[in-house]
């Protein structure tokens, strides 16, 4: 399907919101930072920007397959645009995600 402003600006205010209401769960889960409004806008940066790179993965993928006039990255998918389509936003988002929560996330 085609890609569309609308979808972006859905992606974000989704994420945004679901990262929001993560943070109510914060303190069971031991978080004691959630309350300051540094730790919030942290937080929804990290989302947000985690969540442009999945949507940049995605676009990047189904570049690469219109460049080659396909419609599925493979046969184990057929007709579901393959398994990168399943995997694309993952794979960009993932390694930013991993070096966060290795070396910013203490």
Same mark, same amino acid.
């Given at each position: 399907? !085609?890609?569309?402003? /609308? $979808?972006v600006? +859905?992606?974000?205010l @989704?994420?945004?919101?679901?990262?929001?209401?993560?943070?109510?769960?914060?303190? /069971? =889960? +031991?978080?004691?930072?959630?309350? #300051?409004?540094?730790a919030?806008a942290?937080?929804?940066?990290?989302?947000?920007?985690?969540?442009?790179l999945?949507?940049?993965? %995605?676009?990047? /993928?189904?570049?690469?397959?219109r460049?080659? $006039?396909?419609? %599925? #990255? !493979?046969? &184990?998918?057929? $007709?579901?645009? $393959?398994?990168? %389509?399943?995997?694309?936003?993952?794979? @960009?988002?993932?390694? =930013?995600?991993?070096? &966060?929560?290795?070396?910013? &996330?203490?």
């Amino acid at each position: 399907p !085609g890609k569309t402003w /609308e $979808g972006v600006y +859905g992606a974000l205010l @989704a994420t945004g919101l679901y990262a929001l209401a993560l943070l109510w769960f914060a303190p /069971e =889960a +031991g978080y004691t930072r959630a309350g #300051s409004l540094a730790a919030l806008a942290g937080w929804l940066a990290l989302v947000l920007g985690l969540t442009a790179l999945s949507i940049v993965g %995605d676009l990047f /993928e189904s570049q690469l397959k219109r460049q080659r $006039g396909v419609k %599925d #990255s !493979g046969r &184990i998918l057929p $007709g579901h645009g $393959g398994v990168l %389509d399943r995997i694309d936003a993952l794979l @960009a988002a993932m390694p =930013a995600a991993a070096l &966060i929560a290795q070396y910013a &996330i203490r």
